[in-house]
């Protein structure tokens, strides 16, 4: 019953999703009309670029965070143990480690360049880049503050989308002063934001595999069953219907 559940208001909120992009084209036609006055439809406006970026952190933290997994299956013969294991959590934990770090870096530099105008944030040299990778990767071994950090990374996503937004609104163009710059033009900008979340949603859920309960400390995790590939399952739809709204606003 709860399964059921779930299923439909997830199934509402994409039916929402798919319908906003074409309100929201119709309020930016009635702001059109007034676009260099404050009116009700220019500040409705201005808002909605708020409702999908908080309604993927609110489903993001409900559903792709606290992951539970079968401890029975610890004691199957298929495990991964040894410098097998050893290269799992190395590439994983550095992969998100490094993404995360990137991903807040655009998020600062956002901020400077399009409200602190003068002040430019400093690229990190190496050995700051390292120590500030080294930092989240010792978060990322506690389970507080993995979840914590989790939390952080959505509220990251929510202020990139809106800064993304405010772009567009304004029209003010994405130059090489922008770190977010080297990807791509500005039309493709919230769907790279929207895919770099999605890699952080895939490597979280693989740490949170890996690192699960005592299997880091006792050094062995069951090797992944067909359950387990369920919830990478649910984000490529989930995050699918997404990329299909931006699509759709853009």
Not at 188 to 207: D, P
């Amino acid at each position: 019953m709860i399964i059921k559940n779930s299923t439909k208001k997830l199934l509402v909120s994409l039916s929402f999703l798919l319908i906003l992009p074409f309100v929201q084209k119709q309020w930016f036609n009635l702001y059109s009309f007034n676009i260099n006055d404050i009116s009700f439809y220019s500040i409705l406006y201005y808002l909605s670029g708020a409702i999908c970026p908080s309604l993927v952190s609110l489903n993001s933290l409900k559903n792709y965070t606290y992951y539970k997994f079968n401890q029975d299956k610890v004691h199957s013969i298929k495990i991964i143990k040894g410098k097998s294991l050893l290269l799992l959590v190395a590439i994983n934990l550095i992969f998100l480690s490094c993404l995360i770090a990137n991903y807040i870096y655009i998020n600062f530099d956002l901020i400077f360049n399009l409200f602190l105008e003068g002040i430019n944030v400093p690229k990190p040299d190496i050995p700051q880049l390292s120590f500030f990778i080294f930092l989240i990767s010792i978060l990322l071994i506690f389970k507080k503050s993995r979840f914590l950090l989790k939390k952080i990374i959505l509220v990251n996503f929510i202020l990139i989308s809106l800064f993304l937004w405010h772009l567009q609104i304004n029209n003010i163009s994405v130059d090489d002063q922008f770190h977010i710059y080297r990807y791509f033009g500005l039309n493709g900008l919230n769907i790279i934001n929207l895919f770099t979340l999605v890699a952080v949603e895939i490597s979280f859920y693989t740490w949170s595999y890996l690192s699960y309960k005592t299997n880091l400390s006792d050094w062995i995790v069951p090797k992944p069953q067909k359950e387990d590939i369920i919830p990478f399952l649910n984000i490529f739809i989930f995050y699918f219907f997404i990329v299909i709204y931006y699509s759709i606003l853009t």
